[in-house]
């Protein structure tokens, strides 16, 4: 399914802590900040009259097999294990396994915004750092909205849900959305395996050759219900499941290994 928001639809939902960071403002005075989220807001308004933001998601029957999450059309999401924590965890816990006999479901999504907010203002470099950092903050409010009206009424799992954008922020809903790129799924290459499954294109989005999304403001992962299921980091692999990784996805161990290079012991 495809959804596409207005800016003004999005805006509410943004972390203003995370635009704050990445101008380096988080520890300035609030005066500071005040000025700074006044012009970015004042920004906003401008852009809401020419471009927008979508995003693209599909709910699968699912279930967990091993470290592999197997949807309901024999489609297999090899996923990654922690070996240095305890419990090990992997995304594939938090799916009901196959061996219940009983279909649980999972959401697949891509977020991203009109490639515009990242091509139409290189003349000015304030202008165009302000545009580019809000448009990495409206691609996460993009899934975050998304997220709400899935877990509400798509999929419907939280129905009576009613939290605030704080709230959200906070994480206080059930379920997770762990993205790709991020340290539950580290893996950047997993986005050729959701291009298969989501119309990435038809919503703008581009794959480089690592597994990374153009627009750069773009963002995609999955969509968990466990009440129990969290975030947490895989952490240093070994070889031994860097080997059963790149059996389980079809892919050399070599080329398996420029993709996970940074988490390899």
């Not at 059930?174 to 298969?196: C, H, K, M, W």
């Amino acid at each position: 399914m495809r959804l596409d928001y207005s800016i003004a639809d999005v805006a509410p939902y943004i972390n203003w802590v995370y635009f704050y960071y990445a101008w380096g403002m988080s520890s300035r005075p609030a005066a500071e900040r005040h000025k700074l989220r006044a012009e970015a807001e004042d920004m906003l308004k401008m852009l809401d009259r020419r471009y927008a933001t979508h995003v693209v998601f599909e709910l699968c029957n699912a279930n967990g097999d091993g470290d592999d999450i197997v949807l309901g059309n024999g489609y297999r999401l090899p996923m990654l294990r922690q070996q240095r924590a305890s419990p090990t965890l992997c995304l594939s816990d938090f799916v009901r396994p196959l061996s219940s006999g009983l279909e649980d479901r999972i959401g697949l999504f891509a977020a991203t915004v009109d490639i515009g907010l990242e091509t139409d203002f290189g003349h000015d470099d304030y202008q165009k750092m302000m545009v580019q950092l809000l448009a990495d903050r409206l691609a996460e409010a993009t899934a975050e909205k998304m997220h709400q009206e899935v877990r509400t009424h798509y999929w419907g799992y939280a129905s009576g849900e009613q939290l605030s954008v704080s709230e959200l922020h906070a994480e206080k809903f059930q379920g997770i959305r762990p993205a790709v790129g991020y340290p539950s799924l580290p893996d950047t290459s997993i986005n050729f395996l959701l291009g298969e499954l989501l119309d990435m294109k038809g919503i703008g989005i581009r794959l480089t050759g690592s597994g990374a999304m153009k627009p750069h403001a773009s963002v995609s992962g999955l969509m968990l219900s466990h009440p129990q299921s969290r975030y947490f980091t895989i952490g240093k692999i070994g070889d031994d499941q860097l080997c059963d990784y790149a059996r389980r996805r079809g892919v050399p161990v070599a080329v398996m290994r420029k993709f996970l290079g940074s988490i390899l012991q």
